[in-house]
C-alpha cells in the first residue's frame, strides 16, 4: 500500500532542527566511537542503534545491488523507500533527517536551509534563508526559485505522475495551479502559496496551521529543480544534482553510476560526508544470485532491504561469521487484517472474536518468524511512530496464544455463538499474505468460524481491495495488507487507514471503513498541535479507539534480515527508512 518508507519521529515544528555536525553519519572519530562497537567489532543487529566500522576515510566503490529497479529517479515521481533513501546522493531538501543511528536519526535539521525557519505568531507563515555558496553540478547556483520550481512540479501529475501528493493539498488552496508545464507565469513560478522574494528567501504560506509541514518539505520531491535542465517526463534520465553525487549514467533495468559532484561544498553541508569515490548500482531479476553475490562479498548491500530469501536467511542465522554482519530492524510497516463492513463483520463482537481466536504465534510464523516476520503486533500504531504505547496490548496478544473462550464468548455476545461464514481477501502476488490468511484460516475454525480465502490480482489492488463497492459485492469481510507510513508522524501513519474523510471509491486504504467523527476531530486536533508532545498524546487516543472498536487485527511489526559487507564503514540503520543510511556508507578497503 503505502510506498516501503520506514518513518519515525515527533511531530510538530519543534523537530530539533539544528543538530550539530557531530551527529551526522561518518562525523568526528570520537563520536563515532561512542556511537559504535568500542572494539570495532560487528555483531548480530549491531547496526540498528550503532555505527558499524566508523570511519572518515574516503575513496573506493560502493557497489550496491537490487532486485527491483528504480520506480523513477525523478525525486517527485519515485516513491519506493531504497530510491528515498538513495535520493539523499544527490538532491538536497529544504530541511532533511539527521545522518545518525537510533533516535536522533528521526530528527529533522536544516539542509540547503541556513537555520530551522521563522515561523509567524499564527504558524501559518514559514520562511527560510538558503546557504550561501550551493552550487548545481553544473557549476550554476541554486537558488530559492529552484526550491519552488521543483516543488510546483509535484502539481503537474499529467506528466510526472507517481509520486506523493501531500503538497498541493496544504498549498493550492483553491488555486487550482496546473503545475508549470501549463503555468501562465512567464517565469512557470505561478503557484501563489510559496514566494521568492529574493534568490536565497523562500516563504510558505498557509491556510491553516499544520503541524506535519516539515515533513512534507523533506520529501525529494520538495528538492530543487533547474528549470532549464527540467526535460518533463524525461526528467528522470539524468536529475540535476544538488548533493554530493550525480549521475554517471543511467541504464534502466541494469545499471547506474554516481560519481562525485565537483561543484557539492562539504561546508555547505552538515548531513552527508561523501567518502566512496563511485557508487554503482547493478539491477538484477534474480534475489537467490543477488543473495549469493552478497554472502561471497562481491556485492556490499541489497538497497531494497526487504530481507533476503529463504536460503540465504538458514546460512545467516546458522553461521555466526555471516550473521555477525547481518540486522534484522524493524521496517516501520505493520502487517495487520482491516475487518470491513460486511455483514457479520460489522458487528463489533464479531470482530473481537476473530481477533480473539487468531493465534499470534501461527500469523507471526507465517510472515518468517520472529527474525525474518517480525514482532507480534497489538495495536494499529507501530512502536517507532510517536504516540504508541509499547505496553499497550488490549487483546492481550503477545501471550502468544489464541484466546478460545474469549472469542466463543465474543461469538455469543454477537449473536453467533456457533461460528459465521467470512471470506477472507488475500493479494496473490503477496505470498506471506496468503500464507497468513492461511494460519487465520485454521485459527478461526477452531471456534466455528469458517473461512474462505480469495486471492485477488495483487496489481489490481486499488481497484479491488482498495474499492469499497467491490469489497462488499464479493463479501470480503477480512483483508490482508500492510502499511508503512510516508512521513513519521501518527497522521502520516494512521490518517489514511482510520480517517473516514480518506475512504474513496478506488485507493480506499481505510478498508476497514472507519468513520467515526470522534477520531476525525482527534485528527484534525493533532493537525493543529505544535507540541510534539501533546500531538502523540493525541495519536494514541486515536490508537486506543481503533482498537477498542475492533477495526484492525495486528499481524507483527515487520522486519526485514538484511546482510551487510563486513568492508562497509560507517553503517547504520536509519530510523526513518528502516533500512542502512545509504549516503553514509564508506569502504575500508579502498577499491
Known sequence: MARKTRVLAASGVALALGLTTAACGGGSDSDNNSNGNSNGKSEFGAAITKVVNPSTTKGGTLNLWTSQDADSWDPARGYYAFVWNLNRLYTRKLVDYAASPGKDGLKLQPDLAEAEPTISADKLTYTFKLRQGLKWDDGSPITSKDVKYGIERVWATDVISGGPYYLPNVLDQGQNYKGPYKDTDPNKLGLKTVTTPDDSTIVFKLAKPYSDFLYLLAMPGSGPVPQKRDTGAQYGSKPAASGPYMFQSIQPGKSVAWVRNPNWDQATDPIRKALPDKINLTIT??????????????????????????????????????????????????????????????????????????????????????????????????????????????????????QVDKAKEALAACGKPNGFNVTIAARNNRDAEVKTAEA?????????????????????????????????????????TGWGADYPTGAGYMQPLIDGRFITKNGNF????????????????????????????????INQKVMEGAYVLPFVVDKALNYRNPRLTNAYVHESFGMLDFQALGVSDGK
Open 510 to 541: 481505510n478498508r476497514s471503513e472507519v468513520n467515526d467523527p470522534a477520531i476525525n476531530k482527534l485528527f484534525d486536533d493533532a493537525a493543529a498541535e505544535t507540541d510534539p508532545d501533546k500531538a502523540a498524546a493525541i495519536y494514541s487516543q
Open 440 to 480: 487465520l484460516q485454521a485459527s478461526l475454525k477452531a471456534v466455528g468460524i469458517t473461512a474462505k480465502i480469495d486471492q485477488y490480482d495483487g496489481a489490481q489492488d486499488s481497484a479491488i481491495g482498495g474499492s469499497p463497492e467491490i469489497v462488499k459485492k464479493r463479501g470480503y469481510g477480512i483483508i490482508i
Open 285 to 402: 531479476t534474480n534475489a537467490d544470485d543477488l543473495d549469493n553475490r552478497l554472502l561471497a562479498g562481491t556485492a556490499d548491500l541489497d538497497v531494497g532491504q526487504t530481507g533476503v530469501q529463504a536460503a540465504a536467511r538458514t546460512k545467516l542465522l546458522t553461521d555466526p561469521n555471516l550473521k555477525a554482519n547481518a540486522d534484522a530492524p524493524n521496517t516501520g510497516f505493520l502487517r495487520f487484517a482491516d475487518m470491513t463492513p460486511v455483514a457479520p463483520m460489522n458487528d463489533i463482537n464479531c470482530r473481537k472474536a476473530v481477533i480473539y481466536a487468531a493465534d499470534p504465534t501461527a500469523l507471526q510464523a507465517a510472515r518468517g518468524g520472529e527474525f525474518a516476520g517480525g514482532d507480534i503486533g497489538t495495536s494499529i500504531l507501530p512502536p517507532n511512530i510517536a504516540g504508541s504505547d509499547p505496553n499497550y496490548d488490549p487483546y492481550n496478544r503477545k501471550q502468544g496464544k489464541p
